[in-house]
C-alpha cells in the first residue's frame, strides 16, 4: 500500500524501518514528503489534537522516520531557529556566506586572468602591471574590486554568527597585494576561505541547537555557492565546469596524438556504406 497521509485509517504498510532524511522521503509521496519536511523544519506546527486522530498517528511516525532527532515539544525552538535562519541576523549571514563564495569564484578568475609572474620575477608585476593598468588595463581594478567584495560579505557571516575576528579580516585585505605572485594570491584567498569556514562553523553551532545535529547549516547555501566552496576547500578551481574521466583524458590524448590524415570513424562508416551499396 502506498504512502498516504490523506487515508482514513492508520497506515498498514511497513516503512522501510533502516531509511531515515531525504532516503527515506524518496519513498513517500512528493506530496506528503512535502508535509513531513515542513513540520521536522518547525515550518509547521506539531499540535496535540494530532495524536487523537489515525492520519495525525500516521504523520508524526512518518516525521520521526525522517529525524529520528525530532521531538515535539521543541517545536517552537525549531520554528524560532528556522525563522532567525530565514529572515534574521542569521539569515543575513547565510546570504552573504552565498555571496562571499560567489565572488571568491570571481576572485580566483581575476587572479587567474591576472596572470602575475612568481618567484625571482615577483618584483616585476608592479611596474608591469602599473604600465598595463595606465594604458588601460582593467585586470588590476577587477581584482581589487573583487577583494572588497569579498571582504564586505565576510563581514556579514561574521556580524551574523558572532563570530570571526574583524581584525583579522582586515589584516586579510590589506595582505591581498594586488603585485603578489599567483600563488601567493591564491594561498591569499585560501586564507579567506578559512575565515569563512570558521564563521560557517559558529553558524552551524547555532543550527544545530535549535534544529537538531542531524542538520548542517551548509545545507541552505544555493548549490553553486557549495560548489564553489567545495572546490575551493580543496585547492581545486571553482570555475570548471566539467571534469574529465580518465576515459575522457586518455581518449582525447590519443585524438590528439594520433597521425594526421587517417580517416575518421564517420568516414570509415561512409566509406562501407558506400561499398555495400554497390
Not at 482514513?8 to 531515515?20: E, G, K
Not at 518547525?42 to 495524536?51: D, I, Y
Not at 618567484?119 to 581594478?141: H, S, W
Not at 590589506?174 to 576561505?193: H, R, T
Amino acid at each position: 500500500m502506498p504512502f498516504d497521509l490523506s487515508t482514513a485509517q492508520p497506515a498498514q504498510q511497513t516503512m522501510p524501518q533502516n531509511l531515515t532524511g531525504d532516503d527515506f522521503l524518496k519513498t513517500i509521496p512528493p506530496s506528503a514528503a512535502t508535509l513531513v519536511k515542513k513540520y521536522a523544519t518547525g515550518e509547521l506546527a506539531v499540535t496535540p489534537q494530532m495524536t487523537r486522530t489515525p492520519q495525525g498517528v500516521q504523520l508524526l511516525t512518518a516525521i520521526t522516520q525522517y529525524d529520528p532527532t525530532f521531538d515535539a515539544t521543541n517545536y517552537q525552538k525549531r520554528q524560532q531557529t528556522a525563522n532567525a535562519f530565514a529572515k534574521g541576523p542569521q539569515g543575513n549571514a547565510v546570504r552573504g556566506a552565498n555571496q562571499a563564495l560567489y565572488h571568491m569564484g570571481r576572485l580566483y578568475e581575476n587572479i587567474e586572468n591576472l596572470d602575475n609572474f612568481g618567484g625571482i620575477a615577483t618584483p616585476l608585476n608592479a611596474p608591469i602591471n602599473y604600465i598595463q593598468k595606465t594604458f588601460g588595463d582593467p585586470r588590476q581594478e577587477q581584482y581589487k574590486q573583487t577583494v572588497q567584495a569579498v571582504g564586505s560579505e565576510l563581514r556579514r557571516v561574521f556580524a551574523g554568527a558572532g563570530g570571526g575576528s574583524l581584525a583579522e579580516l582586515k589584516d586579510w585585505k590589506e595582505a591581498f597585494d594586488p603585485n603578489a605572485s599567483k600563488e601567493q594570491q591564491k594561498a591569499y584567498l585560501m586564507n579567506g576561505v578559512e575565515l569563512l569556514h570558521g564563521g560557517l562553523d559558529a553558524l552551524n553551532q547555532q543550527y544545530q541547537q535549535g534544529m537538531g545535529l542531524n542538520k548542517n547549516v551548509n545545507d541552505l547555501l544555493a548549490p553553486s555557492s557549495r560548489k564553489v566552496y567545495e572546490s575551493l576547500m580543496i585547492g581545486e578551481n571553482p570555475n570548471v565546469k566539467t571534469k574529465q574521466t580518465p576515459a575522457q583524458k586518455m581518449g582525447n590524448a590519443l585524438k590528439a596524438n594520433s597521425p594526421t590524415g587517417l580517416p575518421s570513424s564517420d568516414d570509415i562508416a561512409a566509406e562501407i556504406a558506400r561499398r555495400q551499396g554497390r
